[in-house]
């Protein structure tokens, strides 16, 4: 994902730098216009990071296989659509995207319709993402839990928008990484 602000396994955002990583964010969106939120946005940037950080070292606590060598996108930019989801995960041979929505209460359509954009645009702009399960994920860091079924019986490439909040980001990469792998099973089988 060279078109990544920054891109590592999670092994290696665990231990890296917070500063490191919010530099190297700046410099990659620094041409975007960026500078007339940038105070506001670093920070932001910096719960993100302990965001995902806690998510991936509850997920290894839990036991989720091969977390650790999954691959973290921040600030990837869609190719030809001008878009940057916050955090891409590639989780094996799986694509997770999520938007965090800091300060927000509830599940905003908005916010829906963005995150929904995203996975869309990277089934069809996205020459890696190509065949592979890609699910969205809506953080919205104050809301309320909510859960939707994670539903693989059809032919569908893309999950259902998945909501998490500060909380439970965690579970919810959790059941989402179980479901594919269920679905992947069932057609084996």
Not at 25 to 32: E, R
Not at 102 to 107: A, C, D, E, P, V
Not at 109 to 123: E, G, M, S, T
Not at 129 to 147: E, K, N, Y
């Amino acid at each position: 994902m060279s078109n990544s602000s920054y891109t590592a396994p999670v092994s290696e955002l665990l231990e890296d730098d917070v500063d490191r990583i919010v530099g190297l964010l700046v410099s990659g969106v620094a041409g975007t216009g960026i500078t007339s939120q940038y105070s506001r946005q670093i920070t932001v940037w910096k719960e993100q990071i302990a965001l995902l950080r806690d998510s991936f070292r509850r997920l290894i606590v839990e036991g989720v296989e091969s977390v650790e060598d999954w691959h973290v996108a921040l600030e990837y930019e869609i190719p030809r659509r001008q878009k940057r989801p916050d955090a891409i995960l590639l989780a094996n041979d799986r694509v997770i995207v999520i938007e965090f929505k800091f300060g927000m209460q509830r599940y905003e359509a908005a916010a829906k319709w963005q995150i929904d954009d995203y996975a869309f645009n990277l089934r069809d702009f996205h020459a890696e993402s190509h065949g592979r399960f890609i699910v969205p994920i809506l953080c919205a860091v104050d809301a309320p839990a909510q859960t939707v079924p994670l539903p693989f019986a059809n032919e569908s490439i893309i999950a259902p928008i998945q909501f998490a909040n500060g909380k439970n980001l965690w579970k919810i990469l959790q059941r989402a990484y179980g479901a594919i792998c269920r679905r992947q099973l069932q057609a084996i089988l």
